[in-house]
Nanobody, 123 residues
Framework: QVQLVESGGGVVQAGGSLRLSCTAS????????TAWFRQPPGKEREFVGA??????DTYYPDSIKGRFTLSRSANTMYIQMNNLKPEDTAVYYC??????????????????WGQGTQVTVSS
């Protein structure tokens, strides 16, 4: 059984920074891919970024590039979020799987999910 636990959420002013952590019950490099998604209030969950182990590359949607950075250590995944904006307010989720079936940015590619952590950016 794989467990993912996020931490680090909170309230921050616009322009500020936060780093979220996701601690896994397995080594992070045992997963084929690890990712972060977020769900803004009243909206669907959206892709924030992913690390694909085979290529060692990180992938971000255009709306995130330059502000968020994904990284990982032994059994923890991180997302460093800089220059936060009110529209970044959301519940942030980490996700992982041992194989990627359907594209790094798609929720269905990930079987294992954390419980989510709230990030609120005030203007």
């Amino acid at each position: 059984q794989v467990q993912l636990v996020e931490s680090g959420g909170g309230v921050v002013q616009a322009g500020g920074s936060l780093r979220l952590s996701c601690t896994a019950s397995r080594r992070a490099d045992s997963f084929a891919a690890t990712a972060w998604f977020r769900q803004p209030p009243g909206k669907e969950r959206e892709f924030v970024g992913a690390i694909w182990l085979n290529a060692g590359d990180t992938y971000y949607p255009d709306s995130i590039k330059g502000r968020f950075t994904l990284s990982r250590s032994a059994n923890t995944m991180y997302i460093q979020m800089n220059n936060l904006k009110p529209e970044d307010t959301a519940v942030y989720y980490c996700a992982a799987d041992f194989e990627v079936c359907c594209g790094l940015g798609r929720e269905k590619s990930y079987e294992y999910w954390g419980q989510g952590t709230q990030v609120t950016v005030s203007s």
